[in-house]
């Protein structure tokens, strides 16, 4: 054991010193001139990589490969077009087609914003909550007093209410890039409210941001005792900017606008506000409105994706997401033939609740033209429908350009043709 | 039984041993709530003291640069929406256009919006009299109330809305529920 630890110090000082040399030097080794440490005996065919040279930079905050090249895009399609009338990118939407696992890079979460792409630069020192209204004691919590609290990590979606699909998106960005899932370190917004301690009269709550338009929504007070999140942390870090730095509230499963960023205030309050953000969700019909607040049980299908090109038949795991407002996806479906067939997908790890999951699904393309989708189920039993389903449901013809009233959570079709190029089966 | 449950839960939440106290926090002075506390409920309590008609809101309406996004009397034709119906009264509400000052369910929506997010770039900077008088001007101009209304903190929420009782509630949100029961099939 001791003489293990000494030789992987031997090797580790070893490194440094070779890494100190280079860097010394100014210069990485020439290809060719390879490393005396890197034996390549017997194996001359081998390329020999150029070094990155550690810099400062890379040394204190990594980066990526240069090779990998996914970034986000203005969201071109969803309800408020970007840029918009005034030159604004209101909607960023995430690389989904280029997603290998559950948790979205903080670089490429979406981010949705009120007035295009400003965001409050915010001193955390200076930054604190109020939580007041109808409570025995309003309380004023700093950012260290909410550090200091009970915290928790978990795993949750957040999808705008605009993340709509239609036949004009060519990837998967374009038609779902409008969510994402990260870690999210915080406190339990029951924690500071058992704190504050909730008067009997409290049904609805506020929840409001520091930037210019003090972004407000009125919220269930049940949810803010079930599962709300006050979130300092994101990926393990500080939560960005752009995802609403120093603080935000994370409202699992519910749509996008009601994770309030750069929260300041919280007020507890006896009736629905109807304040700024609330007037968005004015419906007339109640079945309508109740669609427009709890995100549905949705999957998509990444790889293969829209522009994506098969490079010939044989094996391919389709891959691809799935999640819920309801709670955890009990089980995704795929189906390769257009949906006259579905098979039992496999979930690749343990599904949380309020988070993306994936799935993947074994399959052998024979050549020809196909449609492959997916559709998936959580563990409260909601279905998610095809567009088909949702036009009997409101008693409406079928048309291709059907919109989904509320959120869209329908099942998304990609068609493959006979060359292994993939198109939206919308379109 | 049912009672008696009741006197329990009312007898633990009065306890003060029943409330979990970290002691971590601050208490704020009534004064720090009063500066912070910009959400206005349909009942009005919250709204400041002043007051506004829609004569000084036209006229504030062109100083501040309203016009310059909405247009003249906000009839549009701007990069932002337009702010005056086309339409006439006896058109149900559901089928005009999707105007704040016109189909929001209370005045105090009209309030709380133009006081948090206007003007574009000087948002916050109005004073109460000048979000007074613009909420007159905007109701006066979708013809929800008089031009010579004054409006303050007991008359706004008092303002009739075209939308009466017509839109939908939210449903009562519980842990584990459907969002709509048996959709959508």
Redesign the interface.
Known sequence: MGSKRTSRRELLKGGAALAGGFAALGQTPASGQAPEHDHASGQAAAPVNPMIMGTKELIEYGQRSHYVTSVRIAHPIGGRPSP???GKVFHVASPLQDSVGVITPSSLHYVAT??GSYMPDIDPKQHTL?I?GLV??????TME?LK??PSVTRLHFIECGGNRHNGRGKTVQETHGMTSCAEWTGVLLS??L??C?LK?SATWF?A?GAE?????SSM?I??AM??CLIAYGMNGEAVRPQNGFPLRIMVPGFEGIFNTKYL??I?I?D??????N??G???????????G????PKSVITYPSGAQLLPGRGFYEIKGLAWS???AIRTVEVSTDGGRKWNRAEIKATPQRMAHTRFGYPWNWDGNETEILSRCTDE????Q?TRE??A??WNVPFERNYRVPGLDNSVMPWKIARDGSVTNGLA | MGSLRLVAIVLLLGSPAFAQTYGVGRTPTADEIRALDISISPTGEELPLGRGTAKEGAQLFQQKGCVGCHGRAGIGGGPAPALQSKTGQDVPIWERERILPLRAPFATTVWDFINRGMPLGNEGTLKPDEVYALTAYLLFLNKVIPEDQVLDKQSLPKVKMPIGDDYARLPVWKHGTPRLQGYPY
């Open positions: 918009d009338d005034f009120t007035r109020m007041h025995d004691r309003p309380l004023t919590f007093d200091r609290l924690t500071l058992k704190e301690g009997g506020v409001e210019e338009v003090k972004g407000a269930p049940a949810k079930d599962d300041r205030r007020k309050v009736r629905y506000y109807m304040n700024y609330d007037f969700h004015l419906d007339k019909d109640p079945k309508e409105a109740a669609l607040f709890q995100i549905g407002g309801g709670g409260i039993g909601q279905v429908p389903q949702v009997k449901y």
